[in-house]
């Protein structure tokens, strides 16, 4: 028994150990630890890139705080304190803030931008031992506790803040996760008791350490229980719950806060291993639109970098890898112009985060993932090579709603070891899944930007969604041209009751109600799913010239439109510098009297119908039903949003073929999107002028959209809206389309017969577009086709050239049997130009050519 106590004691004693070197670790040790200064100094005197970005670093911070050397009292004197509830010989409380509309700007940016200088001074007094630098340092950090405890932390758990007591999103970023960065650089100095200059008393004061502990405290209480899970709130928040929980001294309180962010999260706050969830394949992204996805895998690589330097073995970078591992992947659904694909509140442009790559490399280095060293060496190695990116540039200040991270630069980066890169070419087509998107691209074999071809269809219910339908998008001459509207302020009119709704996107609107419910802020819908595509995502494509994808969208939120939908979009390329988009959309209500709007949005200057027995007339009530209705903010809208359309012009029915053209004046060439829509009955055209495209070309930038509107009454299933979409720089299609014909069987849609002239021959192409069992048969060009997808491409000697089968079971013509193996769909290319008739095939098919 003696023994087992003697046991027991020293299993004590070596916790109480631990426990005391853990608490009596040397700081700093968030961003850097004392031992890490003489690398850090040596890469500074021996690596060209390190050397210039101290220069700057220290010239613009020595620029910064030449007022405090100066002054320290006018220098303090310029934050936002209240000077009106100031007590005698008291540091005032800070102002605090509800309104973010620009007039507190000026404010709250220099309370920004004092955190920014503190943690910079930090960083030379670690690197310098100048303690003119902790002195300024400590005067910002003391102002800033003393200021802030004098407020009340708001006790709202939905996003209650301290200085902005309604945003405490915002408030963990630009103030919450820096002050604790502060004080680790400076606690050393701190500790030999230096005074710190106090504007209450204008003079030096002790510091105190109790009060900053109580800051730490309360600003990682707030992160862990204000906020809400399952979106990127919980990441934007980690910095300010992570760096505040390591500026805690009491251990019991550090590891409690360190363990909701690393293990057990809060029901306002999702744990590493909760976002982690959202990645299960490599290549996979956090579940939003393109800045907020990318911005969680960026903040949370770092979030690794730094807990796996306070605790080397929990290895983050081993077990979440495939967070950072995303971080390129929106780059690879860029547009040939590297605009990228837009959805939700995304954004058109995109920044390729080379310093996010940076740290991604980094924590493979750090923990050894070979997967994440080898992905993100190869593209620095390029970039730096190709002048894209430079480590020896310091950031501009930002005073938008971010963390500083800035000086980890300069403290965590060494020289990346020269890795080669293959060229590697964007595949043809790509999905990304959360969002319901299936893109198709053709670039051009001149390399010229305005040659490719690309366009998407998509549509999902997340965080920053859009209750948009089955969108698309069409790029060609250089620029995005049919147009997703994007998004511009948040809590605006236009933001709630037009760009997030149905109107504001390429879709069809069933019944006038089309909307979404439920879920977040109210706008959810169903996912548009994919039935089948060629290539299918990633795969190699088995013709140069075609791809399609068939997707199906379930409209039945609200109660009103209860459709179902399908849409055939094929992108057809006819040449180098010419090609067109084929667009077949179904849709059907379950309801009685149902019509249907088909919406397409192009930027540019006008849209003009060219069939001259078409009349167009005033309607501008047609679409404002619901103008006034009643809307709450993030809860009710004014569905569909098209009240917003101005100038709207419509047609009484009109039954024939159309041809219309958008023209696009003030690009740098004069540009057009020809459209090509076959006729049927109870058919109704309309042109409006939509809001503005956000992120559009810069003449277009705050210019309407030009937007097509037509109207199906009753259903638009057997013959759909059936549209062909050519981009052009030629006015009169000299190079390009001479006409479309609807091909029909029993006065049911079956497809087109577009003819071309390209570099003055005539191409003729038959394009089958049905459903998937259904058969088309064509006697003129002998033809007979069970399946859902074809094109057939004939000279103009009516010699056949190609066939491109996307979707079938079974297709014959005189040249050529083509039938799956298996009474399954397969795919087929046959290049009769080729000399021995070049044929690409699924396994399943067998392809027999007549002699």
């Avoid at 005032?92 to 940016?109: A, C, I, K, L, M």
């Avoid at 930038?701 to 062909?724: H, M, S």
């Avoid at 050519?726 to 017969?753: H, Y």
Wanted: net charge neutral.
């Amino acid at each position: 028994m003696a023994k087992l106590s003697k046991y027991i004691i020293c299993f004590f004693f070596i916790l109480n150990s631990l426990s005391l070197i853990a608490q009596n670790k040397q700081r700093p040790f968030i961003w850097v630890e004392q031992k890490d200064r003489t690398e850090i100094l040596a890469k500074i005197q021996h690596q060209p890139w390190a050397k210039a970005y101290y220069k700057e670093f220290k010239d613009r911070l020595d620029d910064d705080i030449a007022l405090y050397k100066k002054s320290p009292k006018e220098f303090i004197a310029k934050l936002p304190f209240d000077w009106s509830k100031q007590k005698n010989g008291i540091t005032p409380p800070f102002n605090t803030y509800t309104n973010f509309d620009g007039s507190t700007d000026q404010d709250r940016f220099v309370l920004n931008k004092y955190l920014q200088i503190g943690i910079d001074c930090g960083v030379l007094y670690f690197l310098t031992e100048d303690e003119s630098y902790a002195q300024c340092a400590a005067a910002i950090l003391h102002a800033f506790v003393e200021g802030v405890l004098q407020l009340t932390p708001s006790e709202e758990t939905g996003n209650g803040g301290w200085i902005y007591p309604t945003d405490y999103l915002r408030e963990a970023r630009v103030f919450g996760a820096q002050v604790p960065v502060i004080y680790d650089f400076i606690a050393t100095y701190l500790e030999k008791k230096h005074q710190v200059y106090d504007i209450g008393k204008n003079g030096f004061i002790n510091f105190s350490e109790e009060n900053a502990q109580k800051v730490f405290l309360t600003y990682a209480n707030l992160a862990a229980y204000h906020g809400h899970t399952g979106s990127n709130w919980s990441v934007l928040m980690s910095f300010s719950l992570v760096q505040n929980a390591l500026a805690l001294n009491n251990l019991e309180e550090r590891k409690k806060y360190l363990d909701i962010y690393l293990t057990k999260g809060t029901d306002k706050q999702d744990a590493l291993p909760d976002i982690s969830a959202n990645y299960i394949n490599e290549g996979d992204v956090y579940p939003e639109t393109s800045q907020y996805s990318n911005g969680v895998a960026a903040y949370t690589t770092r979030m690794m970098l730094i807990l796996n330097k306070y605790n080397p073995s929990l290895k983050l970078g081993q077990k979440y890898y495939k967070i950072p591992f995303s971080l390129d992947r929106w780059n690879s659904i860029r547009y040939p112009n590297d605009e990228i694909v837009r959805f939700g509140d995304g954004h058109r442009t995109f920044e390729v985060p080379y310093e996010s790559y940076d740290m991604a490399y980094l924590l493979g280095k750090q923990d050894s993932v070979n997967k994440l060293t080898d992905k993100f060496g190869p593209l620095l190695t390029k970039s730096i090579n190709d002048g894209k990116y430079s480590r020896a540039i310091v950031g501009k200040r930002s005073f938008g709603a971010s963390v500083y991270y800035e000086p980890t630069q300069l403290l965590w980066l060494q020289t990346t070891k020269a890795y080669s890169l293959e060229s590697t070419n964007l595949p043809r087509t790509d999905q990304f899944s959360h969002a319901g998107v299936f893109l198709q691209r053709n670039l051009s074999s001149t390399n010229k930007s305005e040659d490719g071809l690309m366009c998407f269809v998509g549509g999902a219910h997340m965080v920053h969604g859009h209750a948009g339908g089955m969108d698309m998008e069409l790029y060609g001459l250089g620029e995005v041209l049919g147009v997703d509207h994007g998004r511009g302020q948040y809590r605006t009119d236009l933001h709630e009751n037009y760009s997030r709704l149905f109107a504001a996107h390429n879709s069809v609107i069933v019944n006038g109600a089309s909307q979404g419910e439920g879920d977040w802020v109210n706008l959810g819908m169903n996912t548009v799913e994919l039935v089948t595509m060629e290539p299918m995502p990633l795969e190699k494509a088995i013709s140069p010239n075609h791809s399609f994808t068939r997707t199906r969208f379930l409209d039945d939120k609200g109660g009103k439109a209860e459709a179902t939908q399908e849409r055939t979009m094929a992108l057809i390329r006819t040449s180098p510098t010419t090609g067109y988009f084929v667009d077949v959309f179904r849709s059907k209500s379950a309801l009685a009297n149902e019509y249907h709007d088909y919406l397409y949005h192009n930027i540019g200057d006008e849209l003009n119908f060219l069939n001259k027995d078409l009349f167009l007339k005033s309607d501008e009530n047609r679409y404002n039903e619901n103008a006034n209705a009643p809307y709450f903010n993030n809860k009710k809208y004014r569905n569909p949003g098209w009240h917003f359309f101005k100038d709207v012009k419509s047609s009484s029915i009109y039954e024939a073929d159309i041809k219309a053209q958008f023209e696009l004046n003030k690009l740098s060439k004069k540009s057009y999107m020809n459209v090509f829509v076959v006729g049927n009955k109870n058919r109704e055209y309309t042109k409006v002028m939509a809001p503005k495209t956000f992120e559009a070309p810069v003449a277009y930038e705050n210019l309407p959209t030009p937007t097509l509107v037509i109207r199906q009454k009753g259903a638009a299933w057997t013959n759909p809206f059936a549209v062909i979409y050519e981009p052009s720089f030629d006015e009169n299609s000299k190079n390009g389309i001479q006409s479309v014909t609807k091909l029909e069987e029993n006065g049911i849609f079956k497809g087109f017969m577009v003819v071309s002239s390209i570099e003055n021959k005539i191409c003729t192409q038959y394009i089958i577009s049905q459903d998937q069992d259904a058969v088309y048969e064509n006697k003129k060009i002998d033809l007979y086709f069970k399946g859902a997808f074809a094109v057939l491409t004939f000279d103009e000697n009516n010699k056949l050239q190609n066939i491109y089968l996307g979707e079938g079971q079974l297709l014959k013509t005189k040249q050529v049997q083509i039938q799956s193996k298996n009474e399954q769909s397969m795919a087929v290319y046959v290049d009769f130009l080729r000399g021995n008739d070049k044929v690409n095939a699924s396994n399943n098919a067998e392809v027999i050519i007549n002699e």
